[in-house]
């Protein structure tokens, strides 16, 4: 009777997906249609309903996709296909290479000739690599070829599953862009990747920071490009802001022909794109529109020093409200009064409107109370550089906008860089909509899979692993304060070295400040260590690499999580592989699982434990009444799981929907500014 009822269950499932499917592309194909020169989507016309009838039939494909069995038993089949081929000799391969790349120029995407070309990628990739595809990377593959979004456990090798999709789309004629998350990832891929694409006659390139026009453009002329989402989207804005209104191909001929030079546009169009990391692309980075703009001279004549000392002169409670979370001021009544007494005698024309002085005395509050050194940006080579809140890394040549970043400079007395002009924005999710074909893959996708398939279309899969994950968790500990945290970890790894061995061991933080007083307790400890963050992001791959030998210590903002594998060696393995220690927990549990996913890939024994602080800022901005609680109600510390749980569960479900409403407000924002603007791609 269940066994029956299961059945009806999938075969209706799977007559729902198609049809969501079906209306989906659909949708997309009503779109506006595509404008010469440029290859890409229009904007999809929407109905009110239309987001909310997408969150929940995201969440349901969610739920009937995980362990597809027809989607294994496809895999095992390209596996057979591909033992056949190693028989042949490096001729015939080449040969059966030819012959498939025509077959996908007339047949496009058929299962048969993708089940043939995945198969051969299998056997080509084998011989240059030295590397063939499990069955679970070829599912991940079919996923992405198929326009869908993969989640893959860390350490199953996402990196080599994009070659599939990627070479496929190409040889059947799209220009394929992959997205990492930095720059040197972009170049270890594209190289390492480079001999199996180049066997199948196809031409792979690379965009990265400070490359010239004329790079760009011959590397946008290849088959497959990789590079960063940041170099690509504004590669993107510079070709919008160069067609203007001219962007008919017969437009711009014309121009030519009467002398106006026309500038060569970078790109080819967005044809298939897939996305390393996408949670991180589309849903934590989703806040902040990509501006491309030109820098104004700088301030001359003294405003925003005093600004600050302006707000300096404000109380808090009485003449202005912070909100952590959000990192918002608000002005009340009697502040909006004292920013104008106190600004009555300043010489700057902004003092003298009321809006302009109001916002500059909010913006100054925020550049000293809400953004923090080591947390939100670092001073180096006297500069303010921003740090990506969800990934710790810097972000280079990013600033904030309306004065703030300038503002932070002034307070931290530095050369003060020009104000910029906003001359394009996006946000990733216009951009990522507009490609004709988007895919992507991650370790963490199951929590956002309503929000993908609502924003992106993105229909998310759940990928099984290779082998069974042995990862021991060691369970949830809770102290009063942030310095008897750091006490903690440090006697956390003593134990760990002292009873099991020299076990490496990886310390996850959630900010640059962390990092440090983490790295200060282990010197107290005696405890050799090294520490990675934003200040030493460009030996990121070198000094996570290391993480696995024994004996190793390392104090890791989250970035530790993506792109870099840990290998065990032998003697790593045999003491009990990698033990991980997470500090903080951050405002989404992707983040964390991606952390602890560190530890035990690809079968390696390993182990974690959260070690936090009821101080942590998770607690304090996202369920400060239940931290108070908490803290006049125990008295015996520290809390092991339990009410440490709870309070985590509580904090980290406030700080998604408040970072989802936040992500759909940015969306509706740029939505209002390209009606009123009339700009953004031509719209």
């Not at 990832?185 to 026009?213: M, W």
Request: glycine content about 8%.
């Amino acid at each position: 009777m269940v066994e029956a009822t299961l059945s009806r269950w999938g075969a209706l499932s799977g007559k729902v997906r198609e049809k969501a499917r079906h209306f989906w592309h659909e949708a997309r194909s009503d779109a506006r249609p595509v404008i010469a020169p440029y290859a890409e989507r229009g904007p999809v016309p929407s109905w009110k309903w239309d987001r909310p009838l997408d969150l929940m039939l995201g969440r349901f494909m969610l739920a009937v996709q995980r362990g597809k069995p027809s989607l294994l038993d496809r895999a095992q089949r390209i596996v057979l296909r591909s033992t056949e081929f190693a028989d042949l000799s490096d001729e015939l391969l080449d040969a059966a290479c030819v012959e498939i790349r025509e077959r996908l120029m007339r047949e496009r995407l058929g299962e048969g000739v993708v089940d043939e070309a995945f198969a051969l990628i299998r056997e080509v990739s084998g011989r240059e690599l030295g590397l063939r595809h499990f069955p679970v990377q070829l599912m991940a593959g079919l996923v992405m070829l198929d326009g869908g979004l993969a989640e893959m456990a860390t350490g199953e090798g996402k990196t080599i599953t994009a070659l599939l999709p990627a070479i496929t789309a190409a040889m059947a004629g799209m220009p394929v862009h992959v997205f990492t998350v930095n720059d040197y990832l972009a170049e270890r891929d594209c190289n390492s990747l480079r001999p199996v694409i180049e066997r199948f006659g196809l031409r792979c390139g690379l965009i990265v920071n400070g490359q010239e026009n004329p790079e760009r453009r011959a590397a946008y002329a290849c088959h497959i490009v990789y590079g960063t989402n940041k170099e690509m989207t504004f590669d993107y804005l510079r070709d919008q802001t160069a067609l203007g209104k001219r962007r008919g191909q017969g437009r711009r001929l014309v121009a030519e022909l009467f002398g106006q030079v026309t500038q060569p546009l970078l790109m080819r169009g967005l044809h298939f794109a897939i996305v390393d990391e996408a949670d991180s692309i589309f849903i934590d980075e989703a806040r902040t529109p990509l501006i491309l703009s030109a820098e104004l001279p700088g301030d001359t004549d003294g405003v925003y020093l005093a600004a600050l000392e302006l707000a300096s002169m404000l109380e808090e409670g009485r003449d202005y409200i912070l909100t952590e979370g959000t990192r918002s001021v608000h002005l009340t009544a009697h502040g909006k009064d004292s920013v104008a007494q106190l600004s009555g005698g300043l010489p700057h024309t902004q003092w003298r409107i009321r809006l302009a002085r109001e916002e500059l005395a909010m913006r100054a509050i925020s550049a000293t109370r809400l953004f923090l050194r080591d947390r939100d940006y670092i001073v180096t080579d006297g500069k303010v550089q921003i740090v990506d809140e969800s990934t710790g890394r810097v972000m280079a040549d990013r600033s904030w906008e309306g004065g703030l970043h300038q503002l932070v400079e002034t307070k931290e007395a530095v050369d003060i860089s020009g104000v910029r002009n906003t001359m394009a924005r996006i946000t990733y999710q216009r951009f990522f909509r507009r490609y004709r074909r988007l895919s992507g893959m991650t370790g963490t996708a199951g929590e956002v899979a309503d929000e993908l398939w609502a924003d992106y279309g993105l229909k998310v899969v759940v990928i099984p692993r290779n082998r069974p994950n042995l990862r021991s968790d060691r369970g949830h500990v809770m102290v009063p304060t942030a310095q008897e945290k750091w006490a903690f970890v440090a006697t956390e790894v003593a134990q760990i070295h002292a009873q099991e061995g020299a076990r490496p061991v990886l310390i996850g933080t959630r900010s640059v400040a962390d990092s440090d007083s983490v790295s200060q307790a282990l010197t107290l400890a005696g405890i050799a260590h090294r520490v990675l963050n934003a200040r030493q992001d460009e030996q990121e791959a070198e000094i996570i690499a290391q993480a696995g030998e024994p004996g190793a210590v390392i104090v890791a903002t989250n970035m530790a999580g993506r792109g870099t594998d840990i290998i065990l060696n032998a003697t790593a393995k045999a003491l009990g592989g990698l033990h991980v220690i997470l500090t903080g927990f951050h405002d989404t549990a992707r983040i964390d699982r991606q952390l602890f996913g560190r530890a035990a890939r690809q079968g390696d024994p390993g182990s974690s434990i959260a070690i936090t602080a009821l101080d942590d800022q998770l607690y304090t901005d996202f369920a400060p009444r239940a931290a108070r609680i908490v803290s006049s109600s125990v008295k015996i510390w520290p809390l092991i799981d339990g009410k440490a749980n709870m309070l985590r569960r509580l904090a980290q479900r406030n700080a998604e929907k408040r970072h989802a409403a936040d992500r759909r407000q940015t969306e509706l924002a740029e939505e209002r500014l390209r009606k009123t603007m009339a700009f953004g791609g031509g719209e």
